[in-house]
């Protein structure tokens, strides 16, 4: 099994400020790598794709970078409605999502 | 616009098994070429894949629940379901319903309480 190290598991920021989550794959899974935002009582989003590519749509703060085994999820200037859970999630060898990371407003 | 529903009970019984179904609309199971997946996720926890189906008939499981996991399609009325057996507290969740292994559309989700 492939196994998700996501972190940190929590960040508070102001709004502004750059935000960056980062995933460990146990193991190479070249770019099957997708990002999600959840909110409270919602079902997650996809907001990145095969590790770099913007879902149309999605607002172009978010960005996402890596490729093997290290993976890294940018908000470039965080907003009050990012406020919500990520989750990093591969799928080179069945499905894995990482632990989450909850970002908060400072 | 897909659009997928979730729909079944929303109380088990500990020891029986939990049924449920998701629609789709906006798309045809059939022939929309896609994998269609069932996740789930514990109250205040992650995010934790149960399944994906191709309805050609190939089925992939999370090893840990793979022997309690049933996954079928109904393409006569676009949709699919999971049967989950011998359930326990632990199996309490939202579960969610979604496309692809990209998990691009989702459903809104539906809470199913293990509890006598």
């Known amino acids: 099994d492939i196994q998700m190290t996501q972190s940190p598991s929590s960040l508070s920021a102001s709004v502004g400020d750059r935000v960056t989550i980062t995933c460990q794959a146990s193991?190479?899974?070249?770019?099957?790598m997708n990002w999600y935002q959840q909110k409270p009582g919602k079902a997650p989003k996809l907001l990145i794709y095969d590790a770099s590519n913007l879902k149309t749509g999605v607002s172009s703060r978010f960005s996402g970078s890596g490729s093997g085994t290290d993976f890294t999820f940018t908000i470039s200037s965080l907003q009050p409605e990012d406020i919500a859970t990520y989750y990093c999630?591969?799928?080179?060898?069945?499905?894995?999502f990482g632990g989450g990371t909850k970002v908060e407003i400072k | 616009q897909l659009q997928l529903q979730e729909s079944g009970p929303g109380l088990v019984k500990p020891s029986e098994t939990l049924s449920l179904t998701c629609t789709v609309s906006g798309d045809s199971i059939r022939s929309s070429g896609y994998y269609w997946a069932w996740i789930r996720q514990p109250p205040g926890k992650g995010l934790e894949w149960i399944g994906t189906f191709y309805f050609s008939g190939s089925t992939y499981y999370n090893p840990s629940l793979e022997s309690r996991v049933t996954m079928s399609v109904d393409a006569s009325k676009n949709h699919f379901s999971l049967k989950l057996s011998s359930v326990t507290a632990a199996d309490t969740a939202v579960y969610y319903c979604?496309?692809?292994?990209?998990?691009?559309?989702w459903g809104q989700g539906t809470l199913v309480t293990v509890s006598s």
């Open positions: 979604a496309r692809s292994w990209v998990l691009d559309y």
């Open positions: 999630q591969q799928y080179d060898n069945l499905l894995t």
């Open positions: 193991q190479d899974i070249s770019n099957y």
